[in-house]
């Protein structure tokens, strides 16, 4: 095992059982400045070092690229990637390959970015998380296979790297040690992104070597093809939930609120990740109420591809990212609805609101936007009435990445924050330079054999320690609820493993929960507490 | 006569395979959307970083962009490097004094020409003819003498600070080595020849000399001439060419957050890159 800081891109191949041990990571804040205040990182089992790439540090998000059982098998999968490798840098991959190209041919290594990046900081700068380690292993690759010249000359070039099949597993496993919440990207003096090289890693091993996580591809993707959500969910299990969701909003709100199904030629076709049904009923159900409630003209679909906004191709696979898009923009059009708008979660709103934009055009074609700005404009015209004093504890605001830092969706939300919730506090950084939950990119849903330990004690590690200065004067009163406001359904699903992890809630009364629900919490119209923490 | 033309031609060679290069980056396909905010177009909101997406029913609604806002943004990156200065000014005082260094060893370069052709027009230039010829004499000192300066410095302090912090050593190929000592030949040499004059009245008979194609030199000089024809045509073909770069990183990736919509260019340019589109890999789709 090497120490961190002896790493270089060039021993990503070498033999050792694991190239770095998650040793030094960042301090918390008070009161986790403690000892004893968070778990220790559990150690490796050995089953897993013979089931996935451990090797890496120690922490696998691939589960199903298996060890090669003979060289023959190894030199398989080396000339699938390269090819892959070569694919990505070329006309085949249009899509992508401007951005790419420049990034490939102009980094500087002014080494700007790393201070940007979350998961390099929180490990403690361990050299591995570096942004620009990951994109030199890929161009140290790529100018070896595919640069002309002699020895001497690739050397010349930094081409100083042997592939063999531990490289490429640890490659494909350091492309999921990035969120993709380009962060990074916004500090380059010469405007390149790091962060492509990663989503570009998972791309060849998706589309070239057929190797993805499971909770992307199988359990992601392939079941919302299959059933049209990637929960699980067909048709019929929806509309009982649907059916569910208006008992529970008479049971809670004492109102009888009907949701509107399959209504054709509606103003809106409102999709939400279907994961809130599930884990978060509370939250589609607060949309109801108020899109009711304003007098909106909307629906929900029943549709197969028209009940679940999420798209996880964005993630790691292109050609799953259009199909998925292009299926739920099917299902609107049979609707005739006017524009579709996207519920509480960050990714799905990158996914048909900008990288779908690409994929189609004329009438066939639905605009697409995102929740916020329609529920400011539902506030500052007054066809909903609050009274704040309901929110009266401390309320911080978490900026998804995909709405944010790559919308520009900035200002309505912290607007609507402002009439509702009087005590409501600013992280820091926020708005385009907040950090990522950590969550982002797929990382929120793997699991793996022990991703979410890297996940609760790495990459969220700085959305914690924000969280703990947002609410550092009232912290350690537990008798004061703490509400961290994260209007997206990957993100809600970090932060409540991060509190869980940290054991927040329980020590701290730091709740979590969507912008929708905290509305809905201050409505006039409304007598018991929304929020079902005020209730206990 | 033969170094006057090298010169020519790797002046020339420096425009056109820039040109070329940028030419290329301009006819790669349509990429998808990867704009990051602040965009500083979007007129009224580029402070906060808000775009248009922040109105409900936003493509009803006429676009409120600003070309001068985007101008300012470019400007500020151009003539300041604003991102370096924000987010590692340790690194920027160095990369500052370099590029300021560049920006001063072009205007003394243009002076020179300047000067030259008002020599070769039979006016000779000197500190007190006319208020023409003081300019050119004064500010080709001035340009010339700071230029050399803080251009030397800054690529000599760049290569020090590349081979003493462990972090950029690290990641820096002999090729990136190359570059700033070949840099570093151009300017020391350059300095060698024309600091006995610091009128710089041998520099605008050579200027002269070389517009006529007329250029006799002694070894340094000649040195010196071919360090910097090799520069100008080796500049483009590597990392140093990021002028180019970075107008298409910048203006074509970041800065570009332009919608498909009905009628748009965008529209047209979506339709015909669908037309065209050769799909990349697709092995997952069916597995």
């Known amino acids: 095992m090497m120490q961190g800081k002896d790493l270089r891109p060039r021993d990503l191949g070498r033999p050792d059982e694991q190239l770095i041990q998650l040793d030094h990571i960042m301090p918390l804040h008070s009161p986790y400045d403690q000892p004893g205040m968070e778990p220790d990182l559990q150690s490796v089992k050995p089953e897993w070092r013979e089931k996935y790439c451990m090797s890496l540090d120690g922490c696998a998000a691939i589960d199903t690229f298996p060890r090669p059982a003979n060289e023959q098998e190894e030199k398989e999968w080396i000339e699938k990637f390269l090819k892959g490798l070569e694919k990505a840098v070329s006309e085949s991959n249009g899509g992508v390959l401007q951005p790419l190209q420049l990034s490939m041919e102009y980094c500087a290594k002014c080494n700007t970015c790393s201070d940007a990046c979350h998961i390099y900081k929180a490990s403690g700068d361990n050299e591995l998380y570096r942004p620009i380690f990951r994109s030199d292993v890929f161009r140290k690759i790529y100018n070896k296979y595919f640069h002309r010249g002699s020895k001497l000359y690739q050397k010349f070039t930094g081409a100083d790297i042997d592939v063999n099949w531990e490289t490429i597993a640890r490659l494909g496993e350091l492309s999921y040690r990035c969120n993709l919440c380009r962060r990074c990207a916004q500090t380059c003096p010469l405007g390149l992104d790091n962060s492509l090289f990663a989503k570009e890693i998972r791309k060849i091993f998706s589309q070239e070597m057929g190797i993805a996580p499971t909770a992307l591809h199988e359990k992601g993707t392939m079941l919302q093809l299959k059933t049209g959500s990637s929960t699980g969910i067909g048709k019929a299990a929806f509309l009982d939930m649907v059916e569910f969701l208006e008992e529970d909003i008479e049971d809670r709100i004492g109102r009888s609120v009907k949701i509107p199904i399959d209504k054709e030629g509606a103003d809106i076709l409102l999709i939400h990740n279907a994961g809130e049904f599930v884990a978060w009923p509370e939250n589609p159900a607060a949309f109801a109420i108020l899109l009711d409630e304003a007098g909106v003209d909307w629906t929900l679909s029943s549709e197969v591809m028209g009940y679940d906004s999420v798209n996880y191709g964005i993630w790691y696979d292109d050609t799953q990212a259009k199909r998925i898009a292009q299926q739920q923009m099917d299902a609107a059009r049979k609707l005739g609805v006017k524009r579709i708008v996207i519920g509480e979660c960050g990714h799905a709103h990158k996914a048909a609101g900008i990288t779908a934009d690409r994929y189609s055009w004329g009438d066939d074609k639905i605009p697409v936007e995102s929740f916020i700005p329609i529920m400011w404009d539902l506030v500052r015209s007054k066809r909903l009435q609050f009274d704040p004093q309901k929110n009266n504890f401390p309320v911080t605001l978490h900026d998804p990445c995909n709405m944010v830092r790559q919308m520009g969706i900035v200002q309505p939300q912290r607007e609507i924050l402002k009439v509702i919730a009087p005590q409501f506090r600013e992280m820091t950084p926020h708005g385009t330079d907040n950090y990522c939950c950590g969550g982002g990119s797929g990382f929120a849903i793997i699991n793996g054999p022990n991703f979410a330990q890297f996940r609760n004690k790495v990459s969220a590690r700085m959305k914690f320690d924000q969280i703990l200065n947002a609410f550092s004067d009232t912290i350690t009163e537990s008798l004061v609820p703490k509400y961290v406001c994260a209007p997206c359904s990957n993100c809600k699903g970090t932060i409540r493993g991060i509190l869980e992890h940290y054991q927040a809630t329980e020590r701290f009364n730091v709740q979590y929960g969507g912008l929708v629900e905290l509305m809905v919490n201050a409505l006039t119209s409304i007598d018991k507490p929304y929020l079902e923490f005020l209730n206990e | ?86 987010h590692q000014r340790s690194l920027w005082w160095i990369s500052y004094a370099f590029h300021l260094g560049i920006y001063f060893m072009i205007a003394w370069t243009l002076l020179l020409l300047a000067g030259a052709l008002t020599d070769l027009a039979g006016i000779s230039v000197s500190a007190h003819a006319s208020l023409w010829t003081g300019l050119l004499y004064y500010l080709t000192i001035f340009t010339g003498v700071v230029g050399f300066i803080i251009t030397t410095a800054g690529a000599a302090l760049l290569l020090l600070r590349r081979v003493a912090d462990p972090v950029l050593k690290k990641y820096t190929t002999p090729q990136e080595y190359f570059n700033l000592l070949l840099l570093l030949a151009v300017l020391l040499s350059g ?40 520069m100008f045509i080796y500049i483009p073909l590597s990392k140093m060419g990021h002028y180019v770069g970075k107008y298409f990183s910048f203006h074509k990736v970041l800065w570009e957050n332009e919608p498909n919509v009905p009628g748009s260019l965008m529209e047209s340019r979506v339709k015909s890159s669908l037309s065209s589109h050769i799909s990349n890999g697709g092995k997952a789709a069916d597995r």
Do not use: C
Request: hydrophobic share 50%.
């Open chain 2, 191 to 230: 300095i060698i020849v024309w600091s006995p004059d610091l009128t710089f009245e041998a520099s605008r008979q050579l200027t002269a000399g070389v517009l006529l194609l007329d250029v006799t030199a002694n070894t340094a000089l000649t040195i010196h001439l071919l360090l910097l024809a090799v």
């Open chain 2, 1 to 86: 006569m033969i170094l006057g033309l090298l010169l020519f031609t790797a002046v020339l060679l420096f425009i056109v395979l820039s040109g070329y290069k940028a030419y290329r980056y301009a006819r790669m396909p349509l990429h998808g959307r990867m704009e990051l905010y602040p965009v500083p177009a979007e007129k009224g909101r580029h402070q906060y970083g808000g775009s248009y997406m922040e109105e409900p029913e936003w493509w009803r609604k006429p676009r409120q962009t600003s070309k001068t806002s985007e101008l300012i943004e470019m400007l500020k990156e151009m003539l300041f490097i604003k991102k370096l200065f924000q």
